[in-house]
């Protein structure tokens, strides 16, 4: 299903020629497969258009803040703010956060949000759930939702208030770093550090190093897989069945080890640039790219992780300190 939902749009902008509107078009079917609830076709339609939502969301931020670089920290910090406090909530909370943040650094820093995309994000939703229905039919029956009750959502929220409270400030101050030093550093594709950094980062330490060494080394991987799959067929037309083949892997990948799975999404998200670029090459400069912001988006999140815990430190520190008898 996960295949039916990527390749699908991918297929049709490249045979369409939409080089402008695939980034969107891949967005929102990778968020559309995660919002997807199971349960009845219309609470499940509503759950993926409000995932898809929020990318638009932080499209339409990222693209009204473009050019100020002032506004554009401050919206990264919200956008932190509302990571951190949705990282361990439900798994469509944190899509929505997620990809609103990345939504809004593409659109600030390389693709703004047209009307035109908006159209692509309405279509490739009604498409995906569209799939998502036609999936249950042929299998005979709706799969079971997976939505929460609310009251367990606000538990969940509820749960570790302090780390939770410090996480959303150390994430607020990082993410607004982290796009500037990526300006700072000229990157080409500075977004992918923002990406990095929200795939990453977890409240907890051990789950964040985790998700940094999967990170770091699938994407060497994809990013040589990439390179190696460019060198030897270097026409767009033979690089075809190299990108069915990647997408048709990921799953089965991902399923085995978490550094394959970010493998062969690289490598898939590679060599899609290469195809939509206009001549043979244009991506191969990006292949370093890839791997500086990631490793960059890595190091934030670890800067992230320190500053969580010298606050809540500090905080207790603090709190200690007004609980002491006076002598």
Known sequence: MFHRHVLVPVMVGLSAGGRAWLPYGMLAAIVGFSGDTGGQPWPRLAWMAAAVGALAIGGAI??????????????????????????SAHAIALTMS?????????????????????????????????????????????????????????????????????????????IPLAFLASSALGLQKPYWTMLTLVLVLRVDFLSSRRQMLDRFAGTLLGVMAAGLLAYVAPSHHAMMPALILVALLRWPAQQQHGILGVASMTAFVMLTIEITAISSGDAL???????????????????????????????LRIRLTRRAPLI
């Open 62 to 87: 990222g693209t009204w803040v473009q050019g100020s670089p002032l506004l554009l920290c401050l919206a990264f910090a919200l956008a932190g703010i509302l990571y951190a406090l949705t990282e």
């Open 98 to 174: 997620r990809f609103g943040c990345f939504a809004l650094a593409l659109s600030a820093l390389q693709a703004p949000l047209g009307l035109f995309d908006l159209k692509i994000l309405a279509g490739v939703t009604l498409l995906a759930w569209l799939i998502s229905i036609a999936w249950d039919l042929a299998a005979g029956a709706w799969r079971p939702s997976t939505v929460p009750h609310w009251r367990a959502v606000m538990l969940a929220l509820h749960a570790r208030e302090l780390k939770r409270v410090t996480f959303a400030v150390a994430t607020a101050i990082t």
């Open 285 to 315: 400069p990006l292949l370093e790219a890839r791997i500086l912001d990631t490793a960059l988006g890595c190091v934030f999140a670890l800067v992230a992780l320190l500053l969580e815990h010298l606050l809540r430190r500090t905080v």
